[in-house]
């Protein structure tokens, strides 16, 4: 497997800051209590998600899907939600019985929201600063439409660069964002 051409697929993902209150409502569309606004944060709406389609094979899927995820060079970490026990895996570890598991165990999942998810590193940013990442979820569009979405995620602030970002805000911690879909209003 040649994982040479590294997307950058994260470029194409849109992040347009929100305020506080809109952000709010975006969460409590999802029902995500337990996501809290940080004071020293951005909240940021995703506009244009990484999203894939799911086919009739749900583990040939996932499986096609993880193969992609792994063309960006800065992707750091694959997790995967087995009944309750995270799964993790550093990408550069990842062979094709690894990413046969982790799609199996995506696909056969029972929740599906926040049971797969990525971390992004990139060479000379301090360990100490915190990962961004993309929690994804499987959300129908439309009858046998259904696809997976990339639809809340952190960015540190030294990652932005890896993001397409429009911000008014310059000093703040992290990033935080949401996904709602377009025909939704709010």
Request: some cysteine; glycine content about 4%.
């Amino acid at each position: 497997m040649d994982y040479g051409c590294r997307k950058m697929y994260t470029h194409d993902i849109v992040l347009e800051e929100v305020t506080t209150s809109f952000f709010d409502t975006m969460k409590d569309y999802w029902n995500l209590t337990g996501f809290n606004t940080r004071d020293d944060s951005v909240q940021a709406r995703i506009l244009n998600p990484l999203i894939w389609p799911i086919l009739s094979d749900r583990a040939e899927t996932y499986h096609q899907f993880i193969e992609y995820l792994l063309e960006n060079r800065w992707l750091d970490q694959i997790n995967v939600n087995d009944h309750g026990r995270w799964i993790k895996k550093y990408s550069r570890k990842m062979n094709t019985v690894e990413i046969r598991k982790f799609a199996g165990i995506a696909a056969n999942s029972t929740v599906k929201r926040n049971y797969f998810d990525i971390k992004f590193k990139e060479p000379g940013v301090e360990d100490l600063v915190d990962r961004p990442y993309i929690e994804f979820r499987e959300h129908e569009f439309a009858p046998q439409d259904t696809r997976i979405v990339g639809y809340q995620t952190i960015i540190p602030a030294e990652y932005t660069h890896l993001f397409n970002v429009t911000l008014q805000e310059t000093d703040f911690f992290q990033i935080q964002g949401l996904w709602v879909p377009e025909n939704i209003k709010l």
